[in-house]
């Protein structure tokens, strides 16, 4: 077999050759942060494979913080939107990606094949290595054979810096649910949302969607996702009493996890607050559901709940100390006709909150500029007028919408495409970034369920890579994508950029970073594997001047 060491932001796609790539011989990290890279592989067609596999194992110094993972790819029958993509995509045909990326262990065999493979290699010291310059050799061991590669791992004696940056993805737990066939929030559920959760703060997420109410997101008017509702609630002619003990266990869980922030649900439909979001209570002795579709959002009999159901919220969550740490949601996208009718509910709303702000997906400035929504979190193609208007505390999203000129994570796009997004973040000081989809695991609208390793474009409504950036593993464990790793570099060089600035100030780094380049914008970057590794790289030299 022909082996090379590659970057992590290459895509070793089926139907390439390892000497396609261009060799990886050194990098530089800082102490406590992670570095990933890949071994791709192939044989010369014609190769006898049904020979013995080939044991794969580490020698370095840095051996015991090297975690392997195979490189497993997936189908996409949906890779672009039709006309919908720029001239800055890897493929825009249906075809097998790279994605998934599944555990291995060090001599664990690996089979010829005549297809490229790849193995994905995480350098993780924790803090624990000291200072300077390591080998890191894969030796690949077939009978009567040994074979070495070996890339120079340099650490630098600075650590990444703690930030105030906010980072969610979607947590659907109906997904998880539906997709393990588990009871409702019986040990199984609590042991898989423990598990996804603490994958997704491994990769930088630090705020989590709470169901306090079963979430209507992405859902067909007049049919219901699965009922996760956190909230046990009692109705009695239009009075109602709460037990919040389910939300209290999913608090501790996700703290003790990694989780710090909560992202408490949307309380009316997305897209418009038209409607109610599903709500279950006993009522008549049955559990049953209260409002939903049928019901409009301004109701009397809704927002009568909201009066008392707030208020008892907040209570709980000061009790629990976390209120301060909390984000609510009115509605998802709404646009400009919608204003008035979510100012309206946002009035309501916004005073039984104690002081807690709104927070929305919303990309029209006048939600902000009539102080209607707290926290507008425009999408990072329609960001411009918010930046302009220096707005405090900005955030941004993307979604299947944002397909030119900015970053995104599609399995279309490169992955430089999905890490430069660190470099915008800092540059614009931006506060926290939104995405839909951790783990959503169902169709357009959530007409039916999906199994996401086969179906990567929820049916075919979206380009693959929008809906999820983790897997449903066997034995009910979370599989990373190498583009969930890639987004968490993103936040890597974020942080490395804020403390290169606390040496040398804003301008100066700035300057670093747009040498011989336009000046960055959300819809203007370099998106080259080239550029995006090597300013990490002077980045990293530059840090190393002020240690």
Same mark, same amino acid.
């Given at each position: 077999m022909f082996y090379r060491i590659v970057s992590s932001l290459d895509k070793c796609f089926p139907d390439m050759k390892a000497g396609d790539f261009k060799e990886l011989t050194s990098f530089s990290m800082l102490r406590n942060e992670r570095y990933s890279f890949q071994l791709c592989y192939d044989s010369e067609p014609g190769t006898n494979l049904a020979s013995a596999p080939t044991e794969i194992f580490i020698e370095s110094p840095l051996s015991e913080y090297i975690k392997l993972y195979k490189?497993?790819?997936?189908?996409?029958?949906?890779? +672009?939107?039709?006309?919908?993509?720029?001239?800055?995509?890897?493929?825009?045909?249906?075809?097998?990606?790279?994605?998934?990326?599944?555990?291995?262990?060090?001599g664990e065999r690996i089979l010829k094949s005549d297809s490229l493979n790849a193995i994905w290699f995480e350098v993780d010291p924790c803090g624990k290595a000291a200072p300077g310059t390591y080998p890191i050799t894969?030796?690949?061991?077939?009978?009567?054979?040994?074979?070495? %590669?070996? +890339?120079?791992?340099?650490?630098?004696?600075?650590?990444?810096?703690?930030?105030? $940056?906010?980072?969610?993805?979607?947590?659907?737990?109906?997904?998880l649910k539906d997709y393990y066939l588990t009871g409702d929030y019986d040990d199984r559920l609590w042991k898989i949302i423990g598990d996804f959760a603490a994958n997704a703060a491994r990769y930088g997420q630090n705020m989590i969607l709470t169901p306090v109410l079963s979430p209507e997101l992405d859902t067909f008017p007049s049919i219901y996702r699965t009922n996760v509702q956190l909230a046990k609630i009692k109705a009695d002619n239009g009075v109602y009493s709460f037990d919040f003990s389910r939300l209290g266990k999913w608090i501790a869980l996700c703290e003790e996890k990694g989780i710090k922030y909560f992202e408490i649900n949307h309380l009316f439909s997305q897209w418009g607050a038209a409607k109610c979001p599903q709500v279950w209570a006993v009522k008549d002795g049955v559990y049953q559901r209260i409002f939903g579709w049928e019901n409009d959002a301004d109701s009397e009999e809704y927002i009568? $709940?909201?009066?008392?159901?707030?208020?008892?919220?907040?209570?709980?969550?000061?009790?629990?100390?976390?209120?301060?740490?909390?984000?609510?949601?009115?509605?998802?996208?709404?646009?400009?006709?919608?204003?008035?009718? &979510?100012?309206?509910?946002?009035?309501?709303?916004?005073?039984?909150?104690?002081?807690?702000?709104?927070?929305?997906?919303?990309?029209?400035?006048?939600?902000?500029?009539?102080?209607?929504?707290? @926290?507008? @979190?425009?999408?990072?193609?329609?960001?411009?007028?918010?930046?302009?208007?220096?707005?405090?505390?900005?955030?941004?999203? &993307?979604?299947?919408?944002?397909?030119?000129?900015?970053?995104?994570?599609?399995?279309?796009?490169?992955?430089?495409?999905?890490?430069?997004?660190?470099?915008?973040?800092?540059?614009?000081?931006?506060?926290?970034?939104?995405?839909?989809?951790?783990?959503?695991?169902?169709?357009?609208?959530?007409?039916?369920?999906?199994?996401?390793?086969?179906?990567?474009d929820g049916d075919g409504f979206v380009p693959s890579g929008d809906?999820?950036? %983790?897997?449903?593993?066997?034995?009910?464990?979370?599989?990373?994508?190498?583009?969930?790793? %890639?987004?968490?570099?993103?936040?890597?060089?974020?942080?490395?950029?804020?403390?290169?600035?606390?040496?040398?100030?804003?301008?100066?780094?700035?300057?670093?970073?747009?040498?011989?380049?336009?000046?960055?914008? $959300? !819809?203007?970057?370099? &998106?080259?594997?080239? $550029?995006?590794?090597?300013?990490?790289?002077?980045? !990293?030299?530059?840090?190393?001047?002020?240690?």
């Open positions: 490189v497993r790819c997936v189908p996409s029958e949906h890779p +672009v939107s039709a006309g919908f993509y720029d001239e800055n995509y890897e493929r825009i045909k249906p075809g097998l990606f790279p994605d998934v990326l599944e555990p291995m262990s060090p894969v030796k690949l061991l077939s009978p009567g054979k040994e074979e070495r %590669v070996s +890339v120079s791992c340099e650490i630098i004696g600075a650590s990444l810096p703690d930030t105030d $940056f906010i980072f969610t993805q979607w947590f659907h737990v109906d997904c009568g $709940f909201l009066k008392q159901f707030l208020p008892a919220l907040v209570r709980y969550l000061k009790r629990k100390k976390v209120l301060d740490r909390c984000f609510f949601h009115i509605s998802d996208e709404p646009n400009i006709t919608m204003l008035e009718h &979510y100012g309206r509910l946002a009035s309501v709303v916004k005073p039984l909150l104690s002081g807690r702000p709104v927070m929305d997906a919303l990309s029209d400035y006048d939600f902000y500029e009539k102080g209607i929504c707290d @926290i507008p @979190i425009p999408s990072n193609d329609h960001i411009g007028p918010f930046i302009e208007h220096k707005v405090p505390g900005l955030w941004t999203y &993307y979604c299947c919408g944002q397909w030119k000129d900015v970053s995104n994570r599609y399995f279309s796009m490169p992955s430089a495409r999905n890490r430069a997004i660190g470099v915008q973040f800092w540059k614009f000081n931006i506060k926290g970034f939104l995405q839909w989809g951790y783990n959503f695991y169902n169709s357009f609208l959530s007409f039916t369920k999906i199994n996401p390793f086969l179906t990567t809906t999820c950036s %983790v897997y449903p593993g066997r034995e009910e464990t979370p599989l990373p994508s190498l583009r969930e790793v %890639v987004f968490f570099d993103a936040l890597q060089d974020m942080r490395a950029l804020y403390l290169l600035e606390s040496f040398i100030g804003k301008d100066a780094a700035l300057a670093i970073v747009e040498n011989g380049i336009e000046p960055v914008l $959300f !819809n203007r970057f370099p &998106y080259s594997r080239d $550029f995006v590794l090597g300013l990490r790289e002077r980045i !990293n030299a530059e840090i190393k001047k002020h240690i």
